[in-house]
């Protein structure tokens, strides 16, 4: 694949950044340069917004649903087709293996069918009000709505948060994350293909603090859609807060596994493993703490480290178990949690292999599993970002709540029990946004309403629900007599 430069995309024309500077994209399996992008300041923003207000008050705001639903079809279909395209780019962007990056292309058509096929089935009450009067409530877009997305999922991301937006009638502008951004501005050109009028989406690529700030603390924009790290949301929540602006934020997680003695362990395995390593733990909502009944603690530790010798570390195209890490800076943070490990009197349980082939320029991390560590440890309570999860004992239904709960985050939690009532009981009892039983996977859950409680966030995408975080409820109370 030959090097590219690539543009923002403002009112349907693909431009470079007003003051012509370029960012550099490197490949994290060897380090090459990929592509460049264009490095965006405020200027760029304010022509973005302003695009995007212009497209709700011509073609694109005065389109039906059922035709803004007709139109995220196409673009759905339009990802499909380009399918081998936007997967081959995703891995050598994100460092991510093939398979991972075709099931996030899958996930982004799938995001584009379901949003389409809502557009047209948002609708709101008539309310019992007073004599002589009709009241009814109606759903409409916020307006322009900024997207400010990470480089971990920017398939699945764009997908969740566009799609909603989108077929909610609201105009946007994207500002996907420096470290990995090629497939949204791909994706960005299929959208145009499928007709999407001029203005509806816009994207302006560049560094966090410069494009991301200036996006942020805009005063055209009417709605925020933010995933990212913690401290970030807070940045932006702050700028949010000074427009009076609505957010959403979905952050950081640790989210947990917890394991009863009469869990299916044979069904389990591979999602305690998998949850922990998918995207190289690179995943808002991987399963960082395995969390195990006593009983049967040393032989799921001794299951999931014998799955751990076997995973494969290599390049993206190569499609093994775990790629590189996104960046070496990214690498150099998950090895400094490992080597804390070492130095705390904490086990490593097992570690995978880096395979001899991966060039010496690549951000490669050996997934590891921690063991003996305590629950106040930094590895417990600090979202790794990494291939690196950490194993523990439980005794009894209560000290595995107290363990879930005892982060700063809540997320997901994945439970592991066949008792019926421990299901339920401990489903109510977890702080977090999303409780899987007897699975796990937040991923591909198009259709399950998706965010975290405390310090993962607030808000909703994903499912039905995020179609009512991209609106405003009007209320028309009408005298008749
Ligand atoms: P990050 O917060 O550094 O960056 C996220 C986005 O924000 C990027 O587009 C970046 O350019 C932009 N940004 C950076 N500084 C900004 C600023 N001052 N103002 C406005 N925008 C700014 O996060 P990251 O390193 O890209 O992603 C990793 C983190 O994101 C992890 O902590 C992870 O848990 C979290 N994450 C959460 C979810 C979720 O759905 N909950 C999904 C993916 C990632």
Redesign the pocket.
Known sequence: MSKRTYRNYIAGRWIDAADGRRLEILDPSDGSHLADIARSGSEDVDRAVQAARTSLAGDWGRMSATDRGRILHRIGEGVLKNINLLAELEARDVGKPLKQARADVEALARYFEFYGAAADKVHGDTIPYRTGFTAITLYEPHGVTAH??????PMQ?IGRSLGAALAMGNAAVV????EACLTVIEFTRIAEEAGLPHGALNLVTG???EA??AL?GHPGINHISF???VA?GA??QAAAARNAVPVTL????KSPQLVFADADLDRALPFLVMAGIQNAGQT?SASSRILVERSIYEEVAARMADAYRKLKVGPALSDLDVGPMVSRRQKDIVEGYIGLAERDGARLAAQGTIVPEAPAGGAYVTPTLIRDVTPSHRLVQE?I?GPVQVIMPFDGEQQAIDLANGTPYG?VCGIWTNDGGRQFRLARAIHSGQVFINNYGAGGGIELPFG?VKR??HGREKGFEALYGFATTKTISIYHG
């Open positions: 400010i997305i990470p480089w971990n999922y991301i500002k996907p994350a420096e560094t966090g603090e991301g700030a942020s995933t990212g790290s970030t940045l932006v979905e952050l950081g997680g808002c979202e970002f997320l975290g993962s966030g």
